[in-house]
Nanobody, 124 residues
Framework: QVQLVESGGGLVQAGGSLRLSCAAS????????MGWFRQAPGKVRELVAA????????NYADSVKGRFTISRDNAKNTVYLRMNSLNSDDTAVYYC?????????????????WGQGTQVTVSS
């Protein structure tokens, strides 16, 4: 069992930055590939970024490429999402998730553990 707790969300002006953190606890938490997803009101949950356990491979949604960076510190069992140049389309609840797969999966159904989410609101 793996427990995930997100933090770092909040209200930010357009063009600003935030860094989300996801603290993982439980058995071999650092061995899982991790992902950040988001869900805006009335929209389906979508992948933002994913990273393998070794941080050797990452995947990003086209809408965030060049603006967001996913990283992890396995010694701290923590995954980060650095978000720059935020705009109103980035407003959503952001979820951290873990998958048993080796690869940085882009499919939400392949993630078995989920955090409670953290709200990110970008004001224009």
């Amino acid at each position: 069992q793996v427990q995930l707790v997100e933090s770092g969300g909040g209200l930010v002006q357009a063009g600003g930055s935030l860094r989300l953190s996801c603290a993982a606890s439980g058995r071999t938490a650092s061995a899982y590939a991790m992902g950040w997803f988001r869900q805006a009101p009335g929209k389906v949950r979508e992948l933002v970024a994913a990273i393998t356990w070794s941080a050797g491979s990452t995947n990003y949604a086209d809408s965030v490429k060049g603006r967001f960076t996913i990283s992890r510190d396995n010694a701290k069992n923590t995954v980060y999402l650095r978000m720059n140049s935020l705009n109103s389309d980035d407003t959503a609840v952001y979820y951290c998730a873990a998958t048993r797969l080796i690869g940085a999966s882009t499919q939400s159904y392949q993630y078995v553990y989920w955090g409670q989410g953290t709200q990110v609101t970008v004001s224009s």
